[in-house]
């Protein structure tokens, strides 16, 4: 029995594997040693390239092999190596097809590895969550986390892409992955007290989950497997988690209740109130817990403005969509999308215009398994413009343009026709220039190429006169 040692990484094993290849050692006769966990990485990055030396063009394996090898060396199972030096070998001694037979034992068994360190790799992606922490005069957001299997490395690209703007530590018992806003780095574990504890943020994050809670739809045997109780303890919404199922059957019965009352007693509904004097964030905290017409009770959560305060430009929508309903941001379904471009072409940055909606709720009914709009009513509207007021005393813009009539009515009142008025620059409660022009998603459902093609035009010179009036307005 030859005893091989080498670095416990993909690249260590590979250099070894070639190299116990060359030399015709066969599976059996191996015994693999991992040398102590000191390396700083396991290279993924490129910086442990192949030095062995050994000539391994006789020895042809499939890419889809070297995929699979580089997953499985992140799974923790010490036999991993022995395993993976079998199916090479065999792949190199008269079975290339092997990866076809996926009932061979040695095929099984490294695909449940792969998938293993895949379904861990996507558990990061979910249940990371940042603290924020003074770190040399500025803000850092350090996580802690305890992988299954060694998959930081292979994650940390994710979450640089991912938190881009952020400085972040992601600190776990076997490797840590650090972002400075400019470079990504590897450094040995740390033991959990060098994380930090709870910080503000969880309370907001604990108010938000509470708030987007339904009880009516808890299924405990599915949370539980989507959010395996090993991750609880890093999970600040995970401290609430089993009041709010202990209250659960006393809100669903509140909620019937509730739901009941609202349809024999439409009267009973109230004006939203928003907190007075309240700054942004704390309205929008505020509105995630408005219950003033039943709309709050299908939706997923509030969906509540976003972008610069004060800003000059304001477009009003009229409520969020099925996807902005689970994403909790206006705009981000297609008409968002389309919105995106004619606002390119218009020469807006989206980030440049505050955008918000007439009523803060997805309101919807089922057809199949689908969640189709309904045009919120008036009476929605009404009880809604408290938020929206709230918003227009912070952001204060100059120009507001009203996309399709839901926005134009809460502007101009009923009379108002959208293929009629838009166009046209007129003061309004809402702002001292307020324009009216078609909603995005009016374009979508145009009867025909021809129409649309039309009302795109009219949107885009909407939109580029809007951005004409800001920039006039700024200057008067
Ligand atoms: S739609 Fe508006 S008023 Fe109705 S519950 Fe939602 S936030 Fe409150």
């Not at 019937?256 to 024999?264: K, M, R």
Request: some cysteine; aromatic content about 8%; glycine content about 6%.
């Amino acid at each position: 029995m030859e005893q091989i040692t080498f670095a416990p990484t993909f690249a260590g094993w590979q250099r070894a594997a070639r190299r116990a290849l060359a030399r015709g050692i066969a599976p059996e006769a191996v015994a693999w040693e991992e040398l102590g966990d000191d390396q700083p990485s396991l290279g993924i990055f490129g910086e442990e390239a192949d030095d062995s030396g050994v000539d391994v063009s006789a020895f042809r394996v499939p890419r889809s092999f070297v995929a699979l090898a580089e997953s499985v060396a992140c799974h923790r199972d010490p036999r991993r190596w022995g395993l993976l030096y079998r199916a090479l070998w065999r792949l190199t001694h008269g079975e290339p097809r092997l990866l076809d037979l996926a009932v061979d034992p040695d095929v099984h068994a490294l695909e449940a590895m792969e998938k293993a360190v895949r379904r861990e790799v996507h558990k990061m992606r979910a249940f990371v969550r940042f603290r924020a922490v003074a770190h040399e005069g500025a803000e850092w957001h350090v996580a802690w986390f305890e992988p299954e299997h060694h998959i930081v490395e292979r994650n940390a690209p994710f979450f640089r892409d991912r938190f881009a703007g952020m400085r972040w530590s992601i600190l776990t018992p076997d490797r840590c992955a650090h972002w400075d806003g400019e470079h990504l780095s590897i450094t040995a574990g740390v033991p959990r007290s060098e994380a930090p504890s709870a910080d503000a943020v969880e309370g907001l994050w604990r108010t938000y989950y509470g708030n987007i809670f339904n009880p009516a739809r808890v299924k405990t045997r599915a949370m539980r497997k989507e959010m395996p109780k090993r991750y609880w303890k890093n999970l600040p919404e995970t401290a609430i988690i089993p009041a709010l199922l202990a209250r659960a059957p006393v809100r669903v019965e509140r909620m019937i209740a509730a739901s009941d009352a609202q349809v024999v007693r439409p009267e009973e509904w109230e004006l939203a109130r928003p907190p007075a004097g309240a700054d942004w964030d704390a309205l929008r905290d505020a509105a995630h817990s408005c219950r003033a017409c039943p709309l709050w009770h299908d939706a997923t959560q509030t969906v509540f403005g976003e972008g610069p305060r004060p800003a000059g430009l304001m477009l009003l929508g009229e409520q969020p969509g099925d996807q902005e309903d689970r994403a909790g941001h206006a705009f981000v379904g297609p008409a968002g999308k389309l919105l995106d471009a004619a606002l390119a072409e218009a020469g807006i940055e989206r980030g440049g215009a505050y955008l918000t909606n007439v009523v803060k709720h997805f309101k919807w009914e089922p057809r199949g398994k689908r969640r189709m709009h309904r045009t919120p009513g008036e009476r929605e509207a009404r009880a809604c413009r408290p938020w929206l007021e709230a918003e227009l005393r912070i952001v204060q813009p100059r120009v507001v343009v009203c996309l399709g009539a839901t926005a134009a009515t809460a502007a101009f009142g009923p009379g108002v026709r959208v293929a009629r008025d838009r166009g046209e620059f007129r003061p309004s409660p809402l702002a001292p220039h307020t324009l009216v022009t078609w909603h995005p998603s009016a374009l979508l459902r145009a009867p025909d190429p021809d129409t649309q093609a039309r009302q795109r035009a009219e949107f885009v010179a909407d939109l580029r006169a809007a951005l004409r009036r800001r920039e006039e307005t700024r200057a008067a």
